[in-house]
């Protein structure tokens, strides 16, 4: 029987145990806040904020939004992160991505004080998490760790192919996974659009994990029999529905399902713990910046 992973209940767990940590930080006067900037009206982003937002409040973190219209000079943005950098009761600054073509995201992200960068793109961070030292790690690559822990997928010495070479999925979660740490040492592969066969590759892992942005891109003839399947994709196709789409991973799940021995659905997969991971980093921000100790799970 193919386990289908519950990401929404791993999520709530995780949740759960991060209520001890916000009452120590409220013990110690500590109320974490994030600040989120959006500046795009596409209905994906701000479905992201809002929930994000939602996922804050629920849990006691302080939510501050700013939004920035698209059109609006690149200055606008850095002078709103600049703010936000200088003000104390802001603990974490997420800056929803992408950004509009005129505003560079490089300098976006270098823009933002490495203490508040619960997403954890910052160079600072990216080398820290490198060199085996991480501060944040980023919230879906941390989430997919989390989700193959709670689902007791071992790592170690196992075959890992990585669908994706992103910034922000592919190459932080190939990175978290080689290290030498409990939730690493493995043998990770990461595959691109320039990959050559990648049936081939994706069928010989243990563990493969979708990050490509495309519809069904993986197939139940690329997995191999017993291996475990992270679909992290999240693709709007026209469907004849209210909103007039459904949400579509990278998996083709049907027949991924049949070969897999475990798999994440899409939506209630990797998604929820993305989310869970932001309040998590949240946290540890606000744990760093007034040095208040918590013990995150
Ligand atoms: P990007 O578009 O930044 O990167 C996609 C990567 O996939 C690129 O490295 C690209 O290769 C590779 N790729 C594209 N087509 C193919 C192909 N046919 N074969 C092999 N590799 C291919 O996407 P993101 O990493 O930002 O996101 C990936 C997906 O994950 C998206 O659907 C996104 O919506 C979703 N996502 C979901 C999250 C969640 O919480 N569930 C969070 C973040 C993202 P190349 O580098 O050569 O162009």
Do not use: W
């Amino acid at each position: 029987m193919t386990r289908i992973i519950d990401g929404n209940e791993i999520a709530d767990r995780i949740t759960a145990d991060l209520e001890p940590c916000l009452e120590t930080l409220a013990d110690a006067g500590v109320t974490p806040g994030l600040a989120t900037v959006l500046m795009s009206d596409d209905g994906a982003s701000e479905t992201y904020v809002s929930m994000k937002r939602q996922a804050c409040a629920d849990l006691g973190i302080e939510s501050i939004h700013h939004e920035l219209e698209p059109d609006a000079a690149a200055d606008a943005l850095f002078d709103r992160i600049d703010e936000l950098n200088a003000d104390p009761s802001v603990h974490g600054i997420l800056v929803q991505l992408p950004v509009p073509d005129h505003v560079e995201r490089r300098a976006v992200l270098e823009r933002i004080d490495p203490l508040k960068d619960v997403d954890g793109f910052h160079p600072e961070n990216v080398g820290r998490l490198v060199t085996g030292n991480p501060r944040f790690k980023p919230c879906t690559p941390h989430g997919i760790q989390k989700l193959l822990e709670a689902e007791d997928v071992e790592t170690a010495g196992k075959d890992v192919v990585v669908v994706g070479r992103s910034n922000i999925v592919g190459k932080p979660l190939a990175n978290l996974l080689i290290q030498k740490a409990d939730d690493g040492n493995a043998t990770v592969t990461i595959c691109h659009s320039r990959t050559e066969d990648l049936a081939e590759k994706t069928r010989r892992a243990d563990i493969v994990v979708a990050a490509a942005g495309v519809p069904e891109l993986v197939d139940g003839s690329m997995i191999g029999e017993g291996a475990t399947v992270i679909d992290v994709g999240v693709n709007r196709v026209d469907a004849d529905t209210e909103k007039g789409y459904e949400l579509v991973g990278d998996v083709e799940f049907d027949s991924a399902s049949r070969v897999a021995d475990a798999i994440t659905p899409v939506p209630g997969g990797v998604g929820p713990l993305t989310i869970t991971m932001l309040l998590y980093n949240t946290i540890t921000a606000a744990s760093l910046q007034t040095d208040v100790d918590v013990s995150l799970p």
